[in-house]
């Protein structure tokens, strides 16, 4: 049993262990730089990885929601379509329109990329898996991902396209607007777990009672804002229905219109990595990390847990876009200004009054009638306001 | 080991860069950038000092910091609005220009 | 001085100089925003995590942001084309230098500024967020409402007068 | 000067330090972009993101269609017609066919008007779910109401292969009748189809009907109003979705439409919801009129023995057919001088007619605005250059 | 409720997406190069000539009549008529296309040749693999590229080919009884002929069946 136990352990920190054991024959003195090297390339490694199979996991989800295939022509089950698609956007032609801004044309999708890898190094992929464990690892994730701002403009700017420039401005509108309720959704579990530290708040999540963890989820304010974390998420990665800034049917590609070759493919990159990056976050702040869902799993390796979760997050990610038409610019800033801000806002003192309420059955009633309520009340309140609804017809004779 | 002397002395580099900046530019938004510039240099004086200084425990310059950070935004904020609102008026945002006071 | 602080020395220089130098407003607000990251890095360096964090956040995520959104409505032919020599270019940056080296000047001759660094000092955002709350309960409250009259200030402005008249 | 104060200078528009820190933006939206619908271009002039102006510039199909059709014999451009409203020949096919037989007064024996009927609206019905699903498109879903849509129309597509040997292009239709007969099993292959729509509708309006994004997106935008839209000529879907009750089928009572008892739908707002809903009513209606004409589709010939397939010489005169076609009203205008090729050919095509209010309904929307109303405008370039 | 019609709608693709493993309504892709659909017997692409028996010159049917290149819409067909004659399938001696090009590029499928041609000699072909790198050898077919057996006829067009088989097949008894009667006629003036002494002209057959139009 005791075997059992160590073995299970040990493939759980298979990860941690190799890298050690692969350090410890370095010298001393350069130890720390090649562990950081390491974990950057597991990361870099890893998550590309996964950029490819997303993408595939995308295109046949789709395909399948759309009585189609999808892909399944290279490789078995297309598996090897990503790879296609890399070597293509490798030889192709790498066009830059004549009147750009070269310098700023080029660094736009190095500087998004860059940004997006750098939001991992706080987030906690397996126990003891975390590149940095920073005090306010929280804040520096969400203080890079407003580099990402930077990057589109410099993208929409440089192109000297209408298209692109028109682009840009939507994304950053968008990002700018969304990343308010973002942080403010986040914030409640900062309130709740007394740390910016992502590693603290797993940590404080992976406990059980009975056989079900404490997942900030399973409160009612976690869910709300974990709820408006993934609304406020799908808009910052620019997901559909909030795909504005590159909605093709409008303004062709959006910021990225003028981008070829493999800066196109560094842009997806980008972006399919930032949103990774989100989620991620979402499931280390609500979804307890890498903390197995029922204390009986916890033997499964905690690394799996994480991209379990990430798998299942991306999937609905999918789901969402496979079926939502796409919001206009107003409708996008009203539901960020009119819904999204004040139940943020709202959840924020639910969360201050479930921290004062003794545990207990009220509390449960108190912070789920103040989640509910004003979410149905805001809700079709910004209906009836809209004056949007369902019209019945009549026919002539 | 750094020393304090570093900080300070790129701390007033960046300060003069500032104001060479806020002196020479006739954009109004980059004369502003001049002088969040300067903010930033004193900023920097202040958490150089918070780290060198006798009671660091005490994360008085940290806090002179975050609230300057905050102000600083304020400052952006309703400072890059008046320029939006003189341009509109003015339809132009060079300072040489904007030199009537009718409104 | 170790190397890295020279790099990011550099680095924070080469941005707010080029930020004040180039021609292209939008050129400028991006070499600021490199500028501001070194700066933010100076500050982690120093052992600031929170303010370094904040630092990236507020400056190059909203105000060099806003200065790029200002310059794109500001956006015509006449102010784009400044002419780069300006009547009183020699002289602000004169007047620049001087300041810069009386300053120095004031620096290197004082004792107080020669002295190394200390071992480091915790600054946990648990610290900072007691301190906020505690010692600096009222500051705080006053940012606040500075803010909010700021936010509300700056829409009251910046909002389109043909708007309000419809 | 740069393009937008140029623009700005040509339209005569506010001068600029009136209109604010808005500048204005011309952007060409076609004819190489994702949401035109073929080679159709839009200059539009925005305030941002608004519309200010708003230019159509098509002519990038045109083929001289009418041209051809007059050094052509009559039934020679018969194929010619499969080509102008490409997603629905067999109207087209029928609306010049009736123009013919009005001109050479040909009657028309009882099955091949049944045929008429059923092909005529099992054209609308895949015109009506495509377009539906390009509407989707436009406004961004990722092509799942399309690829629904387009699985729906390929089971009619094969339809019209079994019957006319080709899907799009048809020529099907004859003066004085159609090309061939039913071929065996065709009739209950198209009663299953036919049976199996209302289960395809009920999908479609419970994955798109009651979306608030849908409602959302459509509801007020683009507004046609009644009279607008009576003085533009507009007809088809989009005059009944303002309110204009206005159906050939009931008008002209051309055809055999009387036997079939039928609904037409009207809407109240003239927004792109309704015109869309309508369709979507129209193609339950459509269903309705297939059951009963394959329920009473009686046996005989299905042409007109007289008519002569070569030499056909009709005496001069003129004649315009029209019918409702799934895009609105389509009318053949010809002129016959005796000789066997028409002297004047003219199509009436309502793709065209419905475009022309296209400023009038994007002026003060948003570029996001823009393709949906020209989406739900329904048009097919093939038709509007010919 | 906010929210409804969304779920609805995720309900609706989500049961797509489990039915495109189960249904094969829902799933009515095929794949093309290894998978075909049944060939409709209805379906149309190009013209190709028919012949009859073995020998593609020998048995052709077309007579060069051109009534199918005037008929033509986009008037992609070029016939040049032959010099001498050769007999066709009812034994009459016809002139026959010395030149028959059909260009494949500028063809519509419409299948009025086919409608006007009184000798069922034109048709429509189902083969649509026609692409190629050449534009302008590959795509003007001639003579002997656009010759297809009867039998080849009747295998992809069943229901048509054989009508015009058995029409033919009548035409052609109703020919062979009038040649028969012509015959018999001959031979009765022949042994009149030998009784009178008489050298008589050879009667040339009769018009085949002809024009249907």
Same mark, same amino acid.
């Given at each position: 049993m005791t075997h059992l136990a160590l073995m299970t352990q040990h493939l759980d920190q298979i990860f941690v262990l190799t890298s050690h054991w692969l350090l410890s024959y370095l010298p001393i003195a350069l130890q720390p730089l090649c562990s950081a090297i390491l974990s950057v390339a597991a990361i870099i490694i890893a998550f590309a990885t996964l950029f490819a199979l997303t993408t595939l996991l995308e295109r046949k989800g789709l395909g399948r929601m759309q009585n189609r295939y999808g892909p399944n022509r290279v490789g078995p089950c297309g598996l090897f379509q990503p790879l296609a698609d890399g070597v293509k956007s490798l030889t192709k032609e790498d066009i830059v329109p004549i009147r750009a801004d070269r310098a700023v044309h080029f660094m736009a999708p190095v500087l998004l990329v860059a940004a997006s890898f750098m939001g991992y190094a706080v987030l906690p992929i397996g126990r003891n898996m975390v590149m940095v464990d920073m005090n306010a690892g929280v804040l520096f994730f969400f203080a890079i991902?407003?580099?990402?701002?930077?990057?589109?403009?410099?993208?929409?700017?440089?192109?000297?396209?209408?298209?692109? @420039?028109?682009?840009?401005?939507?994304?950053?509108?968008?990002?700018?607007?969304?990343?308010?309720?973002?942080? @403010?959704?986040?914030?409640?579990?900062?309130?709740?777990?007394?740390?910016?530290?992502?590693?603290?708040?797993?940590?404080?999540?992976?406990?059980?009672?009975?056989?079900?963890?404490?997942?900030?989820?399973?409160?009612?304010?976690?869910f709300a804002g974990f709820a408006l974390f993934m609304i406020a998420a799908t808009a910052e990665s620019n997901r559909s229905p909030f795909d504005l800034p590159e909605g093709e049917s409008e303004i062709i590609a959006g910021y990225y219109t003028e981008y070829s070759g493999f800066k196109f493919a560094l842009f997806f990159l980008g972006e399919y990595i930032g949103m990774f990056a989100t989620s991620g976050m979402a499931i280390t702040l609500f979804l307890g990390g890498w903390s197995a869902p029922f204390s009986f799993l916890t033997w499964i390796p905690s690394y799996f847990w994480f991209f379990a979760k990430l798998l299942t997050i991306i999937s609905v990610f999918i789901w969402i876009r496979g079926t939502l038409p796409r919001l206009r610019m107003d409708q996008l800033m009203n539901l960020a200004w009119q819904f999204m801000l004040p139940m943020t806002l709202l959840n924020l003192l639910t969360t201050g009054i479930w921290h004062f309420m003794l545990p207990g059955f009220l509390r449960w009633i108190v912070c789920s009638t103040m989640v509910i309520v004003p979410c149905i009340l805001l809700g079709s309140g910004l209906k009836y306001k809209k004056k949007f609804q369902i019209r019945t017809y009549h026919f002539s004779q | 080991m750094n020393s304090l002397q570093s900080y300070l002395l790129l701390s007033s580099l960046l300060f003069s860069?500032?104001?060479?900046?806020?002196?020479?530019?006739?954009n109004a938004i980059l004369v502003l950038i001049g002088i969040e510039l300067m903010l930033n240099a004193a900023n920097l004086n202040f958490i150089a000092f918070w780290r060198y200084g006798p009671a660091p425990e005490v994360l008085t310059g940290i806090m002179f910091t975050i609230f300057s950070i905050s102000i600083a935004a304020a400052e952006a904020a309703v400072g890059l609005s008046i320029i939006l609102a003189a341009y509109r008026h003015s339809r132009t945002t060079d300072l040489d220009q904007m030199n009537s006071l009718k409104g | 001085m170790t190397t890295s602080f020279m790099i990011l020395a550099v680095l924070t220089v080469a941005g707010t100089a080029a930020a004040m130098g180039l021609r292209n407003a939008v050129h400028c607000v991006l070499a600021l925003a490199l500028g501001f990251a070194g700066i933010a890095m100076l500050y982690l360096q120093l052992g600031a995590q929170f303010v370094g964090f904040t630092q990236i956040l507020v400056y190059v995520g909203a105000v060099a942001i806003l200065a790029v959104f200002a310059i794109m409505m500001t956006?015509?032919?006449?102010?784009? !084309?400044?002419?780069?020599?300006?009547?009183?270019?020699?002289?602000?940056?004169?007047?620049?230098? !001087?300041?810069?080296?009386?300053?120095?000047?004031?620096?290197?001759?004082?004792?107080?500024?020669?002295?190394?660094?200390?071992?480091?000092?915790?600054?946990?955002?648990?610290?900072?967020?007691?301190?906020?709350?505690?010692r600096f309960v009222m500051p705080l409250e006053i940012m606040g409402l500075l803010l909010t009259a700021a936010l509300i200030g700056a829409v009251v402005i910046a909002m389109d007068r043909r708007e309000e008249m419809k | 000067m740069s393009t937008a104060t140029l623009a700005a200078a040509s339209l005569n528009l506010e001068p600029a330090n009136e209109s604010g820190m808005d500048q204005l933006l011309e952007i060409a939206m076609g004819p190489q972009h994702p949401s035109t619908h073929g080679v159709f271009r839009m200059n539009v002039v925005l305030d941002g993101e608004r519309v200010v102006r708003l230019k159509p510039v098509f002519g990038y199909l045109h083929r001289n269609h009418e041209k051809i059709a007059e050094n052509e014999t009559y039934l020679?451009?018969?194929?010619?017609?499969?080509? $102008? %409203? =490409?997603?629905?020949?067999?109207?087209?096919?029928?609306?010049?066919?009736?123009?013919?037989? #009005? $001109?050479?007064?040909?009657?028309?024996?009882?099955?091949?008007?049944?045929?008429?009927?059923?092909?005529?609206?099992?054209?609308?019905?895949?015109?009506?779910?495509?377009?539906?699903?390009?509407?989707?498109? %436009?406004?961004?879903?990722?092509?799942?109401?399309?690829?629904?849509?387009?699985?729906?129309?390929?089971?009619?597509?094969?339809?019209?292969?079994?019957?006319?040997?080709?899907?799009?292009? /048809? +020529? =099907?239709?004859?003066?004085?009748?159609?090309?061939?007969? $039913?071929?065996?099993?065709w009739l209950d292959q198209a009663k299953k189809v036919v049976a199996g729509f209302p289960r395809f509708l009920d999908e479609y309006e419970s994955l798109l009907v009651s979306n608030e994004i849908l409602m959302d997106r459509t509801q007020d935008v683009g507004v046609l109003s009644k009279e607008l839209a009576i003085s533009a000529g507009i007809s088809g879907p989009m005059a009944r979705a303002s309110g204009v009750?206005?159906?050939i089928r009931k008008v002209d009572h051309y055809s055999i439409y009387d036997r079939f008892a039928f609904r037409v739908p009207l809407g109240s707002h003239g927004d792109v919801y309704d015109r869309f809903m309508i369709r979507l009513l129209e193609m339950r209606e459509s269903v309705n009129i297939l059951q009963q004409a394959m329920r009473d589709?009686?046996?005989?010939?299905?042409?007109?023995?007289?008519?002569?397939?070569?030499?056909?010489?009709?005496?001069?005169?003129?004649?315009?057919?029209?019918?409702?076609?799934? #895009?609105?009203?389509?009318?053949?205008?010809?002129?016959?001088?005796?000789?066997? +090729?028409?002297?004047? =050919?003219?199509?009436?095509?309502?793709?065209?007619?419905?475009?022309?209010?296209?400023?009038? $309904? /994007?002026?003060?929307?948003?570029?996001? %605005?823009?393709?949906?109303?020209?989406?739900?405008? %329904?048009?097919?370039?093939?038709?509007?250059?010919? | 409720m906010v929210g409804e019609g969304i779920l609805k709608g995720l309900a609706e693709t989500a049961r797509n997406f489990f039915g495109?493993?189960?249904?094969?309504?829902?799933?009515?892709?095929?794949?093309?190069?290894?998978?075909?659909?049944?060939?409709?017997?209805?379906?149309?692409?190009?013209?190709?000539?028919?012949?009859?028996?073995?020998?593609?010159?020998?048995?052709?049917?077309c007579v060069a009549c051109q009534i199918c290149e005037k008929e033509c819409p986009p008037k992609c067909i070029f016939i040049e008529k032959s010099k001498d004659k050769k007999p066709d399938a009812f034994g009459k001696m016809q002139i026959y296309p010395a030149t028959f090009n059909i260009d494949i590029s500028v063809c519509m499928s419409c299948q009025i040749c086919v409608e006007v041609c009184p000798f069922d000699a034109i048709k429509m072909d189902v083969e649509y693999h026609q692409s190629s790198d050449d534009r302008f050898g590959a795509l003007l077919l001639n003579k002997q590229r656009l010759s297809k057996s009867n039998e080849y006829y009747n295998a992809i067009h069943p229901t048509e080919a054989s009508a015009v088989d058995a029409q033919r097949a009548e035409e052609l008894a109703k020919l062979e009884a009038k040649a028969k009667a012509a015959a018999e006629v001959k031979a009765a003036a022949e042994a009149k002929a030998a009784a009178d002494a008489n050298p008589a002209l050879n009667a040339s057959p009769q018009q085949p069946a002809g024009d249907p139009q």
């Open positions: 991902g407003s580099l990402m701002e930077l990057a589109v403009f410099m993208a929409g700017w440089s192109s000297r396209s209408k298209y692109s @420039l028109l682009g840009a401005m939507r994304a950053i509108a968008q990002m700018i607007s969304y990343e308010v309720p973002l942080v @403010l959704a986040s914030v409640v579990v900062l309130m709740q777990a007394g740390s910016l530290s992502t590693v603290a708040i797993v940590n404080m999540q992976a406990t059980y009672s009975g056989i079900w963890p404490h997942w900030f989820v399973f409160t009612p304010w976690g | 860069i500032g104001l060479a900046g806020a002196l020479t530019r006739r | 956006h015509n032919d006449k102010s784009m !084309a400044l002419p780069d020599s300006h009547s009183a270019w020699v002289a602000g940056c004169i007047v620049a230098v !001087a300041v810069f080296a009386v300053l120095a000047r004031a620096i290197v001759s004082s004792s107080a500024s020669a002295q190394t660094q200390p071992p480091q000092p915790a600054a946990t955002v648990q610290q900072i967020g007691n301190a906020l709350m505690h | 020679g451009s018969m194929p010619y017609t499969d080509r $102008l %409203d =490409y997603m629905c020949p067999l109207t087209n096919n029928w609306a010049y066919a009736l123009a013919v037989e #009005k $001109l050479a007064g040909i009657q028309v024996p009882e099955r091949a008007e049944y045929l008429r009927v059923i092909t005529g609206e099992l054209t609308r019905l895949q015109n009506h779910t495509c377009l539906i699903g390009f509407l989707m498109q %436009d406004m961004g879903a990722s092509g799942t109401p399309l690829m629904y849509a387009f699985r729906q129309r390929e089971i009619i597509l094969d339809l019209f292969e079994a019957l006319t040997g080709a899907r799009m292009m /048809c +020529n =099907y239709m004859r003066f004085g009748g159609c090309r061939v007969d $039913l071929p065996a099993g009750d206005y159906d589709i009686p046996e005989g010939p299905i042409v007109d023995p007289k008519t002569k397939i070569r030499g056909f010489r009709p005496k001069p005169g003129e004649a315009y057919g029209r019918i409702e076609g799934p #895009k609105g009203e389509l009318g053949f205008y010809l002129v016959s001088d005796g000789s066997p +090729n028409p002297y004047r =050919y003219r199509v009436r095509p309502p793709s065209l007619i419905n475009l022309t209010i296209l400023e009038d $309904l /994007c002026l003060g929307r948003n570029v996001a %605005d823009i393709v949906v109303i020209l989406g739900s405008i %329904d048009i097919v370039m093939g038709e509007v250059d010919r | 495109s493993y189960v249904s094969k309504d829902r799933l009515t892709t095929v794949q093309y190069p290894e998978q075909r659909e049944p060939q409709i017997e209805a379906t149309r692409d190009f013209p190709f000539l028919v012949y009859d028996g073995a020998d593609w010159q020998q048995g052709m049917r």
